[in-house]
């Protein structure tokens, strides 16, 4: 039931991923129920929600992402970044959280789904410190607008973009932008299987 209603969604998203490609998805759904007994990841309990509220809604911000390297900011039990990372294997994803359990979980989901795109990080996003800068930061229900922006910009290169997926359109946050960053665009984003405003924001740097 789970590939026929994620097949069924990849399609109303225009979305093409192959048999093995779903396989994991649903593999990873697997996984995200055996550990949620213990480690409490989601409050999402049927299996068929979890494909709509975990999987497609992930996906749905796929067409709209530039760069090759992102950073999943509180990615929690990996959403959205290792839905992406499936989706998107010539790219590369930076899983940061900063709860053990959590980070442990996607440790697991790395070697049982062999995602070597995929690196996982324990820590803060404002502790953190990259070799090198990403070129996109993912956020999905993390913090205010500019609390993420506070957090996450020395994570990013100076054109690079921040991706901040919401529910209802953020107006008072946006009018909390921190100076010097601005709304390049936003989409209104249609999940199968959601019911309720979803939206993507997208952040960058004024030019000066």
Known sequence: MLDRLLDSGLAELSLSLDKRQQEKL?????LLEKWNHTYN???VE??????????LDSLSVLPYLSGDRFVDVGSGAGLPGIPLAVAMPDKVFTLLDSNAKRTRFLLQVKTELELDNIKVVHCRAESYKPAVLFDS??????ASLSQMIEYTAPL?????HFFAMKGQYPQKELRDLPKGFNVERFHELRVP????????IVICRSQP
């Open 156 to 160: 990013c290169d100076y054109k690079g």
């Open 26 to 30: 649903i593999r990873y759904l697997q």
């Open 193 to 200: 299987g959601v019911i309720g405003d979803r939206h993507l």
């Open 137 to 142: 930061v993912l956020s999905r229900a993390y």
């Open 46 to 55: 049927s299996a068929a929600d979890r494909v709509s509220l975990h999987l």
């Open 41 to 43: 990841l989601t409050a």
